[in-house]
T-cell receptor, first 118, second 108 residues
């Protein structure tokens, strides 16, 4: 089975540009999570969706960040305009809310997108 | 203060050694606890859930102490392949809060 797919794997952009990160969760999973990881702050949850509906976006740093999940197999995280402090690895993860699957906390992470904003 | 705290290490141990990591959490309402493993420049992967009664998976043992609000991970007979960063995580409402991670280097 395919795991969580993220694209692009690497992105280098200039300050002020729009950046769009993409994620395809594991088929059948009903939770999708966006995380950001930096050396200074560690792994932080930005937003998560359940059945395509945003449940908690309290981790989204500011209005420059937005996330959408138009259907069960696709989500985007957009940064507009990007700033150098947005440089980080952005992970998407998905999970399935059943006891057999271990609950929503048993998350499967994608390989991440390494973003560098110059 | 971070909600989940870990000693970042690194812990440098020889092969075959036993090593233990602790992780403290501040939210007493936390209900679920986990250890994730992250290899260098890779994504985190679930290592094991932590149950109230403690649980073991091969060379790995996880313990939970609710009174003192910490979880631990014990690795016996360390292998070179155990070198990684170990992230603890807590959950209250279905979302995970991660610690900064503890780096383990197993030396030959």
């Amino acid at each position: 089975d395919a795991g969580v797919i993220q694209s692009p794997r690497h992105e280098v952009t200039e300050m002020g540009q729009e950046v769009t990160l993409r994620c395809k969760p594991i088929s059948g999973h009903d939770y999708l999570f966006w995380y950001r990881q930096t050396m200074m702050r560690g792994l932080e949850l930005l937003i998560y969706f359940n059945n395509n509906v945003p449940i908690d976006d309290s981790g989204m740093p500011e209005d420059r960040f937005s996330a959408k999940m138009p259907n069960a197999s696709f989500s985007t995280l957009k940064i507009q305009p990007s700033e150098p402090r947005d440089s980080a690895v952005y992970f998407c993860a998905s999970s399935h809310d059943t006891e057999l699957a271990g609950g929503p906390e048993t998350q499967y992470f994608g390989p991440g997108t390494r973003l560098l904003v110059l | 203060r971070k909600e989940v705290e870990q000693d970042p290490g690194p812990f440098n141990v020889p092969e075959g050694a036993t090593v233990a990591f602790n992780c403290t959490y501040s939210n007493s309402a936390s209900q679920s606890f986990f250890w994730y493993r992250q290899d260098c420049r890779k994504e985190p992967k679930l290592l094991m859930s932590v149950y109230s009664s403690g649980n073991e998976d091969g060379r790995f043992t996880a313990q939970l102490n609710r009174a003192s609000q910490y979880i631990s991970l014990l690795i016996r007979d360390s292998k070179l392949s155990d070198s990684a960063t170990y992230l603890c995580a807590t959950s209250n409402t279905g979302k995970l809060i991660f610690g900064q991670g503890t780096t383990l280097q197993v030396k030959p």
